[in-house]
């Protein structure tokens, strides 16, 4: 970003709150670039007892990735992944639950991740070139971006194969990661679980 977008003068560097931030260069516009990070959305997508990858179009023959994309304005997490899923994949989804909230600084994104049920028959989006099903149990997280939510998916997967129900409260939540990249765990006091 080189210029205002309140009153069009250039923006230049200078110290506010301890950092180097983009500062409109008028006298008269307090305008700060704050670069807050971008809220995005991910979906673990179960369909058929498969994890639906997924390869976008301007990405290499063998990279895929779970649904993701951006909040749009007036929107809760919670639609926008629901809506990602449809524009995306073609399938109507509920939301199984909130896996975390992933900190990704290399885009300067926060991935809410969610698990999502989804039904019906893959229609690929236009942004995709393709899609592949996936057995959990084949699934392998990758280290960036959505792979440590996947990671989680998986661990609290087979944590809540190994323990027993609790009378009627189904599984145990999830982990939550915390907005320091750290895992926040059922026990840390930081995190209410139900």
């Known amino acids: 970003m080189k210029f205002c977008p309140y009153c069009g003068n250039e923006l230049a560097l200078a110290e506010i709150g301890g950092k180097a931030r983009l500062k409109c260069t008028c006298a008269t516009c307090d ?14 997508v179960e369909l058929d007892g498969s994890v639906v990858l997924a390869r976008n179009k301007a990405w290499p023959e063998n990279r895929y990735a779970i649904i993701a994309g ?15 899923v449809k ?11 909130l896996v975390g909230y992933y900190s990704f600084f290399e885009r300067n994104q926060l991935i809410f ?7 019906g028959k893959v229609v690929v989006g236009e942004e995709l070139a393709e899609v592949k099903l996936v ?10 971006g959505t792979g440590p939510a996947v990671r989680d998916w998986l661990e609290a997967r087979k944590a809540c194969k190994r323990a027993p129900e609790r009378a009627g409260a189904g599984p145990a939540p999830l982990q939550r990661r915390l907005f320091d990249g750290g895992a926040a765990r059922r026990d840390d006091p930081r995190i209410m679980t139900q």
């Open 87 to 97: 524009e995306e994949l073609g399938l109507e989804g509920q939301i199984a639950g």
């Open 135 to 144: 057995r959990p149990e084949e699934l392998r997280p990758w280290s960036r």
């Open 70 to 84: 951006f909040l749009e304005k007036g929107e809760t997490p919670e639609a926008a992944v629901l809506r990602e």
């Open 31 to 44: 305008y700060v670039f704050w670069d807050n990070p971008v809220p995005v959305v991910a979906a673990i």
């Open 113 to 119: 991740a969610f698990h999502v049920r989804a039904q």
